[in-house]
């Protein structure tokens, strides 16, 4: 259950062996479709795309701010069905996004797992954690060796977008961009070690 004025660590994975995004376009359509659902509810903090899956960190607005947004909203009146109005909106992205991605691809069934995760973000400790596992994702995966070199992640965008969590958080940018290289550098010595190993 999703809590108004909450920040949230959302993700989701593709079904089995399939990817949610095939080419440059279906990330270029995810976020347009998640823009369109989800920026009336929420402030999206952090975020990153991989080919298959995807991390988010988001705040969810007030209840007022919602409830200027949607008509609906506004006939709610227990805090049950509030939230699942909440959650509801995630899924109808999802759904959206996977009818157009199979009709494109000519598949059928969910693309999706069942049911996103959610994690509440309890303190400035894990939110800060949380900030540097998503933009590092692609490295930790090994989609690429280099942060920068991976589009589809608000690594760049984040400080100028945040600039006053980024000083609660970071301090300043340049502890931003080291806190973000030293983990970098973390993961490229974990790699060169694991393949010694193999």
């Not at 996004?97 to 199979?102: E, G, I, L, R, V």
């Not at 589809?152 to 006053?164: D, E």
């Not at 958080?169 to 550098?185: A, G, P, S, V």
Request: aromatic residues 18%; hydrophobic residues 35%.
């Amino acid at each position: 259950m999703l809590e108004f004025s909450t920040y949230y660590h959302i993700y989701n994975h593709a079904n089995g062996d399939d990817n949610l995004f095939k080419e440059e376009k279906n990330y270029e359509y995810f976020l347009k479709k998640y823009h369109l659902h989800i920026d009336p509810i929420a402030e999206t903090i952090a975020w990153c795309l991989m080919p298959n899956h995807f991390h988010l960190l988001v705040k969810i607005k007030s209840e007022e701010a919602v409830a200027l947004t949607f008509l609906k909203f506004q006939t709610l009146e227990k805090f049950e069905q509030r939230s699942a109005f909440l959650s509801k909106q995630f899924s109808n992205f999802f759904s959206s996004y996977t009818q157009s991605f199979n009709k494109v691809y000519k598949r059928r069934g969910s693309l999706f797992i069942k049911n996103f995760k959610r994690k509440e973000v309890t303190d400035d400790a894990y939110l800060r954690s949380l900030i540097l596992y998503i933009h590092l994702n692609p490295v930790k995966h090994r989609f690429v060796k280099e942060m920068s070199s991976w589009p589809w992640i608000s690594w760049k965008t984040f400080p100028n977008a945040y600039p006053g969590l980024t000083e609660q958080l970071f301090t300043n940018l340049e502890q931003y961009n080291t806190l973000h290289q030293d983990k970098q550098i973390y993961f490229e010595e974990y790699t060169k070690l694991e393949n010694d190993l193999i």
